[in-house]
């Protein structure tokens, strides 16, 4: 995904969050502080996974060898072999689950399976 692109999904997806919660607020007049608390975080929640997500997956090193530079073998330093995309699952400190697809590549020395750094 491109930059231009992010910039527009997070932009529409916080507008989504501003006018909901807005909207929310009208509809439960009486929500009481901790209410409120819990609805705005809840909403931000979304697009703290959104964001985290979308960041992790579009720097450069989410594809394999994209920059033309073989991946290698941190335990032997041997090149590493790519084997397609793979999902790896990831917690947020918040104890969300955030599911990425990346490239994943294996050493054809010592067997190791890594995906590209970041
Ligand atoms: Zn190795």
Not at 2 to 18: A, H, Q, T, V
Not at 57 to 73: H, R, T, Y
Not at 89 to 104: A, D, F, H, N, S
Request: net charge neutral; charged share 35%; hydrophobic share 30%.
């Amino acid at each position: 995904m491109k930059r231009e692109e992010i910039k527009e999904k997070w932009r529409g997806k916080s507008e989504d969050i501003i006018s909901g919660m807005l909207e929310w607020r009208i509809q439960h007049p009486k929500a009481t502080f901790r209410e409120i608390e819990a609805e705005v975080d809840q909403r931000l929640s979304e697009l703290r996974v959104r964001m985290i997500a979308d960041a992790a997956l579009s720097s450069a090193s989410a594809e394999w060898g994209v920059d033309g530079k073989a991946e290698v073998c941190p335990n032997c330093g041997a090149e590493l072999v790519g084997k397609g995309k793979k999902k790896r699952k990831m917690q947020t400190r918040g104890g969300q689950e955030v599911e990425l697809e990346r490239e994943y590549g294996e050493c054809p020395k010592c067997g190791q399976g890594i995906f590209p750094p970041g």
